[in-house]
Nanobody, 127 residues
Framework: QVQLVESGGGLVPAGGSLRLSCAASGYVFREYAMGWFRQAPGEEREFVAVIAWNLGRTFYADSVKGRFTISRDNAKNTVYLEMNSLNPEDTAVYYC????????????????????WGQGTQVTVSS
């Protein structure tokens, strides 16, 4: 079955950096776009970034554009989220997710279009 496992979260001071990883298994990883979402306490889960299954195309939420970078290594079945210039507003549980449609061309930010989720990894940015 499809399994996504995030890692790399932690406590970091404002201005610091973290790299999150998401290891995928149970399906043909290279054929699906992958997204990162986050959820702060009392808030809805929100889109962060997505990377296409092909050509390295990416799309970011405005709040992280220029600070976060999503990438993937199809040989390792892993998607990454490099986070720089972190601020306390980035504090949340971060989730990776799989686009529900195989080989989809458009990059999707709606969480309803993702059908598999990891358990999440906590990122806490201190001020």
């Amino acid at each position: 079955q499809v399994q996504l496992v995030e890692s790399g979260g932690g406590l970091v001071p404002a201005g610091g950096s973290l790299r999150l990883s998401c290891a995928a298994s149970g399906y043909v990883f290279r054929e699906y776009a992958m997204g990162w979402f986050r959820q702060a306490p009392g808030e809805e889960r929100e889109f962060v970034a997505v990377i296409a299954w092909n050509l390295g195309r990416t799309f970011y939420a405005d709040s992280v554009k220029g600070r976060f970078t999503i990438s993937r290594d199809n040989a390792k079945n892993t998607v990454y989220l490099e986070m720089n210039s972190l601020n306390p507003e980035d504090t949340a549980v971060y989730y990776c997710a799989r686009d529900r449609i195989r080989l989809r061309a458009p990059l999707i930010s709606r969480r309803e279009e993702y059908d598999a989720w990891g358990q999440g990894t906590q990122v806490t940015v201190s001020s």
